[in-house]
């Protein structure tokens, strides 16, 4: 079972390489290189690696 997370911070992010899996509210996504992703402050969320491979990804927070 996937941590949930649900931050007083807005999210953005960018995967640089390999894959991931995200659930953003009752969403889930799976993520490639280059693909990029934004969650709103409070949102619940979780994520995980989706292959075998490393995942690398970049975030940024901004305070609401």
């Given amino acids: 079972m996937m941590k949930t997370w649900g931050d007083a911070y807005d999210e953005l992010g ?31 969320h979780s994520m995980s690696n989706s292959s075998e491979e490393d995942c690398i990804s970049y975030w940024v927070m901004k305070k609401s």
């Fill in 14 to 44: 960018i995967v640089v390489q390999g894959s991931m899996e995200i659930s953003i509210g009752t969403n889930i996504y799976t993520l490639y290189e280059g693909d990029s992703f934004y969650i709103c402050s409070n949102t619940p």
